[in-house]
């Protein structure tokens, strides 16, 4: 553990307030650069023109890993379980007047061992080269985005502010934070979605939109969740972001609020944020059923083509002593050109429950491409 948890609560106090202080600072020392939202700028599409588009993308990632449990090497390996690598297709037709269709399809794709469903293939069981990470069919409008299918819900794409997002040093699968389909890990599926943005505004709703038939892959009518941004809020740099979750069939949900604020040092970018989780939605980070609490902190500085990020996460059982864990990871990316970059990264988990103590540590490095 890189940090006693008395020391390290000590350490969050200071950081909490310092992070508070940045927008107090700025507004009593400058002006208020948030906007007034006028009526014409609710507008999601520009101008739009008749016509179709359509384009092929992908992403090829090539990940060494390393993860030991308690100390002992647990698996090493050159593979993509966390949907890294992926390969589809979107576009939209213009119908004019600032209305178009538009949609979006994408696989996840795992070079390394050709099982992008992160199945453990043994020689008894297929690979699955191709599992479906999103695929909508939606519609741009001046009242903002519809989409129709399975997405990303708000909770997971707003305030995505780690750097090793989708390998296996991410804090989502070092119990740092929150992860499964109610949290940072959603995709719904069979789901309706709506967004708009205006102005420094940004505002999205997702419902499940299917009769529940047992089948946990799909998100049940009960099912939604929402999330609101606003960008510069008081000071310029300064974002807050509040995002919610609901299982209808667990009568459970995640909340999480965001504070960041971006800053530059020179030509240097700062980052620095705070995250409060309230789980009900994730019983790997606990060990247990119930509920708890997540704070997470950290910080990416920007330079030239490198990024640098160090974040650490404390989590505590609603009700069980002890019952919780302490996280903390390391990342570095660093931009070959503009199609590729190199990543590395270290998570380390200390985590306490009724049955023992678990630890976790995972190192990657990692080989990205775009097209």
């Known amino acids: 553990m890189l940090l006693k948890r008395g020391n390290m609560k000590q350490l969050q106090k200071h950081l909490v307030l310092a992070l508070l202080a940045v927008p107090l600072v700025g507004f009593t020392g400058g002006v208020m650069t948030n906007s007034v939202i006028k009526p014409n700028e609710a507008?999601?599409?520009?101008?739009?023109?008749?016509?179709?588009?359509?384009?092929?993308?992908?992403?090829l990632w090539a990940q060494y890993s390393n993860e030991k449990t308690d100390g002992s090497n647990a698996q090493t390996a050159i593979f993509d379980d966390e949907g890294m690598g992926r390969i589809g297709f979107k576009g939209k037709s213009a119908i004019g007047n600032g209305y178009a269709v538009n949609y979006k399809v994408e696989w996840a794709i795992d070079i390394g061992d050709g099982d992008a469903a992160g199945l453990k293939v043994s020689n008894s069981e297929k690979s699955n080269p191709f599992s479906l990470k999103q695929g909508w069919l939606g519609m741009l409008t001046p009242y903002g985005q519809f989409k129709f299918g399975s997405m990303e819900s708000p909770y997971k794409y707003?305030?995505?502010?780690?750097?090793?997002?989708?390998?296996?040093?991410?804090?989502?699968?070092?119990?740092?934070?929150?992860?499964?389909?109610?949290?940072?890990?959603?995709?719904?599926?069979?789901?309706?979605?709506?967004?708009?943005k205006s102005g420094n505004l940004r505002f999205a709703v997702i419902?499940?939109?299917?009769?529940?038939?047992?089948?946990?892959?799909?998100?049940?009518?009960?099912?939604i969740g929402y999330g609101v941004e606003y960008k510069n809020f008081l000071i310029k740099g300064f974002d807050v972001v509040h995002a919610y979750n609901h299982d209808e069939s667990a009568d459970?949900?995640?909340?999480?609020?965001?504070?960041?604020?971006?800053?530059?040092?020179?030509?240097?970018?700062?980052?620095?944020?705070?995250?409060?989780?309230?789980?009900?939605?994730?019983?790997?980070?606990?060990?247990?059923?119930?509920?708890?609490?997540?704070?997470?902190?950290?910080?990416?500085?920007?330079?030239?083509?490198?990024?640098?990020?160090?974040?650490?996460?404390?989590s505590d059982?609603?009700?069980?002593?002890?019952?919780?864990?302490?996280?903390y990871s390391l990342g570095m990316q660093y931009k070959l050109s503009k199609t590729s970059r190199l990543y590395a990264g270290l998570s380390d988990y200390d985590g306490e429950s009724a049955a023992g103590d678990t630890d976790y540590r995972t190192y990657i490095l990692g080989l990205r491409h775009d097209f």
């Not at 419902?207 to 099912?223: I, Q």
């Not at 059982?317 to 996280?327: E, L, R």
Request: net charge neutral.
């Open 317 to 327: 059982h609603d009700t069980i002593a002890n019952a919780g864990g302490d996280a």
């Open 158 to 196: 707003l305030a995505k502010h780690d750097i090793l997002h989708d390998s296996l040093a991410q804090m989502r699968d070092t119990n740092g934070i929150s992860a499964g389909t109610m949290s940072h890990s959603s995709y719904w599926r069979g789901s309706a979605f709506y967004e708009l």
């Open 43 to 59: 507008v999601a599409s520009p101008a739009l023109k008749k016509g179709s588009s359509a384009k092929l993308y992908g992403r």
């Open 252 to 314: 459970e949900m995640n909340r999480k609020y965001t504070l960041t604020y971006n800053t530059k040092l020179g030509d240097n970018k700062v980052k620095v944020w705070y995250m409060h989780e309230d789980v009900e939605l994730d019983t790997s980070m606990f060990k247990t059923t119930g509920n708890g609490e997540v704070d997470w902190y950290g910080i990416t500085y920007k330079t030239g083509p490198m990024t640098l990020m160090y974040t650490m996460s404390e």
């Open 207 to 223: 419902k499940g939109m299917t009769a529940h038939d047992g089948d946990a892959k799909v998100n049940s009518k009960g099912d």
